[in-house]
């Protein structure tokens, strides 16, 4: 396959990974950007955006990448964090007060942001409109009550989290997650990446296809497809049903636990502003707050009783077995269709890789290209 962009010298084996994940999977269209020390050193797209009109990838084409959605929630969190404004160790009812009810009274945003407040999924039935309302996701959340002790274990908070951390960001900020990341990072630093994409990006984003072979999820009762569906007001990932994951509807409202849209160089970007800075400019996240986000909350067997593997910081995977990055000050977050991307203020990296087609199950496109980026960094 023929690719676009460059790659610094130092990084060649970045752009020969690109190039192989098109023989060595069923890729469409992707990208790669790599920052070190703050300058792109990597930026390479290929492939097809939209495969019903054969329109081509561009350097700036953006993609919906699910849970990455999570990083850009968690670097707000953060931020804040860093500024004093919120306590990831108190109560949530501090910023909201009528969430400390039903069991919820001593939930945290760390316990959030580690998956670990026992609010995997929400018992109200919400329509996609109310879900698009926000409102009504917030009132929900405030009268569940926890599945289990909040702190005592674990499980994936699909898109509660993003929901939950969200309010918290509207009661500090005033403005709803989307829209205090617009404010506060990505407007002032040029970085595409959003979450509830603007009507005017609708056009030139690339549309998502699933490869074959990928395997359906369980029955609507179970816990792991409400968690996915917020019980059945999204259909996941349903890319050519409406409130599917290529709806122009669901991308343009604010769902932030795996609603993000991105190119590579706004994920990227984002990850190495929040470890290094961008081109001289002073880092989002100081290292001491970097060292608070990457100290490990969750980890081993989850509620449900499987473990992949994964470590949890607050808000971001950790370097694992199970997503490799590149040591222990790495974070990061990965989305459903095989996204990845990461920040590591060692190494002084950010790391996007986007694509729009869903491999599922053996899927290591992202994979092969960290491996080359910690292969370059030795070299």
């Known amino acids: 396959m023929e690719h676009n962009g460059w790659a610094d010298e130092r990084f060649g084996a970045v752009a020969d990974a690109f190039a192989r994940n098109y023989t060595a999977y069923p890729e469409l269209g992707s990208a790669v950007t790599v920052f070190a020390g703050g300058r792109k050193v990597v930026e390479l797209w290929g492939g097809v955006a939209d495969e019903r009109t054969g329109r081509p990838w561009r350097q700036d084409t953006a993609v919906p990448v699910f849970s990455c959605a999570k990083g850009l929630v968690s670097v707000a969190a953060h931020l804040l964090a860093q500024q004093g404004r919120l306590d990831l160790d108190a109560p949530v009812g501090r910023y909201w007060p009528a969430f400390a009810a039903h069991g919820k009274e001593a939930v945290t945003t760390r316990m959030v942001l580690g998956h670990r407040a026992g609010l995997p999924a929400l018992d109200r039935v919400l329509t996609f409109d109310e879900t698009a309302a926000w409102a009504p996701v917030a009132a929900a959340i405030e009268e569940q009550r926890p599945l289990w002790e909040p702190g005592t274990a674990y499980e994936y908070h699909g898109h509660v989290f993003g929901f939950l951390v969200g309010e918290v960001i509207r009661r500090i900020t005033g403005l709803t997650p989307g829209a205090y990341l617009r404010t506060a990072v990505t407007g002032p630093l040029g970085l595409r990446a959003w979450i509830g994409l603007p009507a005017e990006e609708v056009a030139q984003r690339a549309v998502l296809v699933e490869a074959a072979g990928r395997p359906p999820l369980p029955p609507p009762q179970s816990l792991l497809t409400r968690i996915v569906t917020m019980n059945g007001a999204l259909v996941f990932p349903g890319l050519d049903e409406p409130r599917g994951w290529n709806d122009p509807a669901l991308l343009r409202m604010e769902l932030p636990g795996a609603g ?120």
């Open 260 to 379: 993000a849209v991105a190119s590579a160089s706004g994920l990227a970007g984002l990850y190495a502003a929040a470890a290094t800075g961008l081109d001289g400019g002073p880092r989002l996240l100081g290292a001491e707050q970097v060292a608070d986000a990457v100290r490990e909350v969750s980890s081993g067997t989850g509620w449900l009783g499987f473990d992949a593997g994964a470590r949890w910081g607050s808000g971001f995977l950790l370097d694992s077995a199970f997503r490799p990055m590149l040591g222990p000050r790495s974070f990061g977050n990965d989305g459903a269709g095989g996204q990845f991307a990461f920040g590591d203020d060692a190494y002084g990296v950010g790391f996007a890789y986007v694509a729009n087609r869903m491999v599922g199950h053996g899927d290591g496109r992202a994979r092969a290209l960290v491996d080359a980026v910690r292969g370059c960094l030795a070299s």
